[in-house]
């Protein structure tokens, strides 16, 4: 993440609109991962259970989320679940006309089930697959979710390793690099992801990372940065070390909407729901964000104030009916195609696929 992934974010707040969107495609998954936050009983307003939620299937569900993409305009699309595989023929419909659109779409999953071949021909189509340590672990973790499967499901594509760090990983020295090594050395894999376990306030599950844990993983993964597929800059590191206080100081919650398996719930006050502890928080996107918008322009006038002067401006302008987005594009003028970067935004952080 860079100062310059910032600018195509910025032209969408000034249209008074935020640039990343996040929708839970589905409530339903056949796994039952500890740790995982989307079935917390906070996760939702109201106390609301996930699994309570009515989502949508077929058409209703192509078009809800094809209506959503119209609405939010967004320049990032990250699709997550549940087990979104779990409506792979509806992301089969889905997924070319958001490549018509233009938009870059993640998808996080377990690769529980194959991954259609022909998903992989889509260049805006980012696989991101939740490994959630070593084979013993991880296979105990996310069954039926296996390594075994992984493998064969992924073998047609590149992918994303996405690896959330908890505490039980920490338990024998060198865990992280021989995981790196592990998928550094699979082909189908182009990059690898870490986060860090974010809790909920009065979270005491045995997941949660204490500060010393915290100070080792983050120079365990400076370390693993001699891996070239690792993708871990000194930036995001940063941004783990001083996470955002709250979530009005997260720039990444304040750019994202994120929206539950009805396609209508907002969940806030970010991706993780409920009451996150934001001082330790773990999501990648988070972290690469918080570091950027530390970053003063001119040596004077840091990013976040800018921004947060931007959406002010955005939210007004939009309210005069003056929005800078191009209608016939949906997109800011000025901005092309080929400008837009994809920001790593894992959604689900541990568990979470
Ligand atoms: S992403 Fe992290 S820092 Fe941002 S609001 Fe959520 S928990 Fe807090
Ligand atoms: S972490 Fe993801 S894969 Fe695991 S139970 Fe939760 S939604 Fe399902």
């Not at 909920?200 to 100070?215: I, K, N």
């Not at 000194?234 to 750019?255: H, K, N, T, W």
């Not at 209508?264 to 972290?287: D, H, K, L, N, Y």
Request: with cysteine; charged share 25%; hydrophobic share 35%.
């Amino acid at each position: 993440m860079t100062t310059a992934d910032l600018l195509p974010a910025w032209g969408r707040v000034l249209s008074g609109r935020r640039p990343f969107l996040s929708v839970e495609i589905t409530k339903e998954c056949p796994l039952r991962c500890p740790g995982c936050y989307a079935y917390q009983p906070e996760h939702l307003p109201d106390q609301t259970p996930l699994r309570r939620l009515s989502d949508l299937r077929g058409r209703e569900l192509v078009d809800g989320v094809l209506a959503l993409v119209r609405r939010y305009r967004p320049i990032h699309l990250s699709i997550v679940g549940g087990e979104p595989l779990v409506r792979y023929r509806e992301l089969d419909l889905l997924l070319p006309k958001l490549a018509g659109l233009g938009i870059e779409v993640q998808l996080v999953t377990s690769a529980v089930r194959p991954i259609p071949r022909p998903w992989a021909d889509f260049p805006n189509l980012h696989l991101v697959v939740s490994v959630d340590g070593l084979a013993p672990e991880h296979d105990r973790r996310r069954s039926p979710a296996t390594y075994a499967r992984i493998l064969e499901h992924i073998r047609h594509h590149q992918v994303i390793v996405h690896c959330t760090v908890v505490r039980q990983f920490l338990s024998r020295p060198g865990y992280l690099r021989e995981f790196t090594s592990f998928w550094s050395a699979r082909r189908e894999v182009r990059k690898i992801w870490f986060s860090l376990f974010t809790p909920q306030e009065g979270d005491g599950s045995e997941e949660r990372l204490t500060p010393e844990d915290r100070t080792r993983v983050l120079r365990e993964l400076g370390e693993l940065r001699t891996f070239p597929k690792v993708h871990m800059p000194q930036i995001v590191l940063d941004g783990y070390r001083r996470p955002p206080a709250s979530p009005g100081e997260c720039a990444f919650a304040q750019l994202t909407t994120c929206i539950s398996a009805d396609l209508t719930t907002r969940i806030t006050p970010c991706q993780f729901g409920g009451r996150p502890v934001c001082g330790e928080c773990g999501c990648m996107a988070s972290a690469g964000f918080a570091a950027v918008s530390r970053y003063k322009v001119a040596g004077l006038v840091p990013i976040s104030g800018i921004l947060s002067v931007s959406r002010k401006l955005g939210a007004t302008i939009a309210r005069l009916g003056h929005s800078p987005v191009s209608a016939s594009k949906g997109r800011p003028a000025g901005e092309s195609r080929k400008n837009r970067k994809v920001a790593p935004t894992p959604h689900h952080e541990v568990g979470t696929h």
